[in-house]
């Protein structure tokens, strides 16, 4: 057991954060933003603090342009190194978020976990990647491996000094077999950096929908395995470089809630902002014993869910 993982078990509180903020196309400007609110989260006390999905550039996945590639960067790189120097200074966990070249032709869409130490804890590279209107990332990021070298699963927790980290990206957050894997390999919190909007164009209806879909989705993932979710999204309005749709509206409406997918902080839909919640760590626990999800799980009739279809 990792010095980490007893630091962890040690504490009875922690105060995280999850930073909502918009985006510049000028990547330093986004980065200053970036860490005036780091800087801002840590002042006020978070140990833990999250950024959002690609905070360092605006969503440029509404188009398919080689010259994007331009933007991806190594980890260890610049974007990574200044998070590194910052949660050293700051003597905070940070996640972020980085358009990953990992050699040429394979780039990811990778969380990066930076230790409060400055060093980097572990990453993430976001394994199910969508291709709809407006979201060709396809074109941008292969998944993540199923598989990391040493073996682990790809859906594996980071150990950090303020705990085991589920830390899964944006288009991950619909699927429960992400979430219950990050689960059963010990997570403490799910993390879900976001980058998520309205097509200009749909109706209010429609955009209420989506916007309700996304929120009680994460918060089934809290309640199913009783963890407590943190879930950053960018806002503002962003246009399509290609000039073929309206661009997309982000939504912002990023959240904390707790292990029975109560609602702790909830931010607004325009407005760049730090949630700041203390967790009680061992709440998690608590609720284990009175709803056992887990001890009642039949893993001998699941085998089906490995199948594409069940034909």
């Known amino acids: 057991m990792s010095n980490h993982r007893n630091r962890s078990m040690r504490a009875d509180q922690l105060k995280v954060a999850a930073v909502q903020q918009a985006c510049s196309e000028d990547k330093a400007a986004s980065l200053a933003t970036s860490e005036m609110l780091l800087r801002e989260a840590a002042a006020g006390g978070a140990q833990l603090i999250v950024l959002q999905e690609l905070h360092a550039t605006q969503y440029f996945c509404q188009t398919e342009n ?47 976990v930076i230790e409060s130490d400055g ?21 941008y990021f292969t998944p993540g491996d199923a598989q990391f070298n040493d073996g682990r699963s790809g859906f594996s927790p980071i150990d950090t000094s303020v705990g085991k980290l589920g830390v899964l990206v944006c288009w991950d957050q619909w699927y429960p077999e992400a979430a219950r894997l990050m689960a059963l390999a010990g997570a403490e919190i799910l993390i879900y950096p976001t980058a998520i909007g309205w097509d200009i164009t749909d109706d209010p209806d429609e955009q209420a929908r989506q916007l309700e879909a996304w929120i009680t989705v994460q918060r089934g993932h809290a309640v199913a395995n009783n963890l407590p979710v943190i879930a950053p999204n960018r806002v ?35 407005t760049e902002c730090i949630l700041s919640v203390t967790l009680d760590c061992h709440r998690s626990e608590s609720i284990r014993r009175i709803w056992p999800y887990f001890r009642d799980r039949r893993i001998d009739a699941y085998g089906d869910i490995l199948k594409r279809v069940r034909d």
């Open 236 to 270: 503002g309005s962003e246009p399509d470089p290609s000039g073929q749709s309206d661009g997309i509206l982000f939504w912002g409406n990023s959240f904390i809630c707790g292990p029975e997918g109560e609602f702790l902080a909830r931010a607004d839909d325009n």
């Open 119 to 139: 060093s980097i804890a572990g990453l993430y590279r976001k394994m199910h990647i969508p291709d709809d209107p407006g979201f060709y990332e396809k074109f």
């Open 66 to 112: 080689t010259d994007i590639f331009d933007l991806a960067e190594p980890i260890p790189g610049p974007t990574s190194e200044r998070l590194s120097s910052l949660a050293r200074e700051l003597g905070v966990v940070i996640v972020g978020s980085i358009f990953e070249r990992r050699m040429n032709g394979v780039y990811h869409n990778t969380a990066v």
